[in-house]
């Protein structure tokens, strides 16, 4: 059937290899060939990326640098250079862009490419597969690993058997082989927790999920585990979608000591304020909602969801997308957080509106400087204009207000993440590690 053909989803998705880590040995020579991580080398450091020499002795992403030092000794610690990392993501980007006006960015260094209908135009999606991975290589010198095949989930997947520096194709009439013998926490949104649970019920494979009726998994796990039932057959209509809507955007940090003072604490919401306000800006989104994240400095249970984390939110009267209305926010709700030492703090928004939205055509309706829109009036407006101006050239870190004291940002500790959760996605349970 010619036409179907021509209609079915091809998806590609990159996937550069170890990517801080690549970019620090293509930048040092003399830590090729050697064990390799970016991040902290303190108590609380984690590790950000490791190179494919650090992976042999059993070191992977979001472990601590603890257990790092423990399996290679000799493992080379990079503090690692953020605004470096964010230049090289600008040219994989634009070379992604010359293979297909579709692109969906995941990360710096990840994104999809949605590949349908370009056949005619660049051949069979292998031969574009590989071009594109020529290309990176010649423009930036670092490896990407390539997964294609005919949903999102499946393309990611492949990327994943394809490294390091490899290109894995899944046919359309291939899904279900490929799925079915892979663990049920490779299906995207299952972590820890839910893979526990489907494996207690007896599910290990993607094969079982897949084999289970609908009516089964609705009554064993109601809406979520029939879409995850979907999901393991491969039946999947997410698009690849160039500009995904943030849900919520946040930032957080873990202390190297617990922390229950309240200056230090305030002093640190206000920095996570600013730099969450500052992404708003940049995206040209408003928040009508602003939590609070916090995770208690005492261990509860082994393992790393051991230290629970709690939070609170606070709806505002109208959307701001000014970070000293979203650190006042935050802060007003810091009370049940300074019952005991915590370990690490968040600040985020949520309940997103664009410039078009109900909300900011409300406020235009105010006078500017009126003091009655919660978007800031317009000399503040004009003061986050200029930080905004000044963090673009030269770094988040550079931009601070005075009141923000000590919190610094830990340049790529691996203790300060960034996070956005958007609309189509499923949740990660747990931080996502970078390859
Ligand atoms: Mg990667």
Not at 384 to 410: E, I, P, T, W, Y
Request: proline share 6%.
């Amino acid at each position: 059937m010619e036409s179907s053909r021509e209609y079915a989803r091809c998806v590609l998705h990159a996937d550069m290899d170890a990517f801080y880590a690549s970019v620090e040995q293509r930048d040092r020579p003399e830590l090729r060939g050697r064990p390799v991580v970016v991040g902290g080398s303190g108590t609380r450091g984690v590790v950000a990326a490791a190179s494919y020499e650090a992976r042999t002795f059993g070191i992977f992403s979001a472990m601590s640098s603890v257990e790092a030092k423990k399996r290679c000794p000799d493992v080379i610690f990079v503090p690692g250079d953020m605004a470096r990392y964010a230049r090289e993501s600008r040219r994989i980007f634009d070379v992604f862009r010359e293979f297909s006006p579709l692109v969906e960015g995941l990360s710096l260094d990840e994104a999809f490419l949605d590949l349908t209908g370009s056949e005619r135009l660049l051949g069979p999606p292998r031969e574009i597969g590989e071009e594109l991975r020529r290309q990176v290589r010649l423009e930036t010198s670092l490896p990407v690993s390539v997964g294609i095949g005919p949903i999102k989930m499946v393309a990611k997947i492949a990327s994943g058997a394809a490294k390091p520096d490899g290109l894995v194709e899944v046919p359309a009439d291939g899904v279900r082989a490929f799925l079915d013998p892979l663990p049920i926490r490779k299906i995207w949104g299952v972590g820890p927790v839910a893979g526990e649970k489907l494996e207690g019920l007896g599910y290990y494979t993607i094969g079982d999920l897949a084999r289970a009726t609908p009516g089964e998994l609705r009554r064993e796990l109601g809406d979520w585990g029939e879409g995850i039932g979907r999901l393991a057959q491969g039946v999947d209509l997410r698009e690849v979608e160039p500009h995904r809507e943030a849900v919520s955007i946040s930032e957080e940090n873990t202390f190297p000591r617990d922390v229950q003072d309240r200056a230090v604490l305030e002093a640190t919401i206000l920095t996570h304020a600013e730099s969450v306000a500052r992404r708003l800006r940049r995206q040209g989104l408003l928040a009508k909602t602003v939590v609070l994240k916090w995770r208690i400095g005492r261990r509860v249970k082994e393992g790393p969801r051991g230290y629970p984390a709690r939070t609170r939110q606070i709806t505002l009267i109208e959307p701001t997308d000014d970070g000293d209305i979203v650190a006042r926010s935050a802060r007003s709700l810091l009370t049940d957080a300074l019952a005991e030492p915590v370990r690490l703090l968040g600040v985020g928004v949520s309940g997103l509106v664009d410039e078009k939205g109900n909300s900011r055509q409300l406020a235009l309706f105010a006078e500017e400087g009126s003091g009655k829109a919660a978007v800031a009036p317009p000399r503040r407006r004009r003061l986050n204009r200029a930080l905004d101006q000044l963090a673009d050239r030269f770094g988040d870190d550079v931009v601070k207000r005075a009141s923000q004291g000590d919190a610094r940002h830990a340049t790529l500790s691996g203790q300060w993440k960034k996070g956005s959760r958007d609309t189509h996605g499923p949740e990660p349970e747990s931080d996502s590690a970078e390859e």
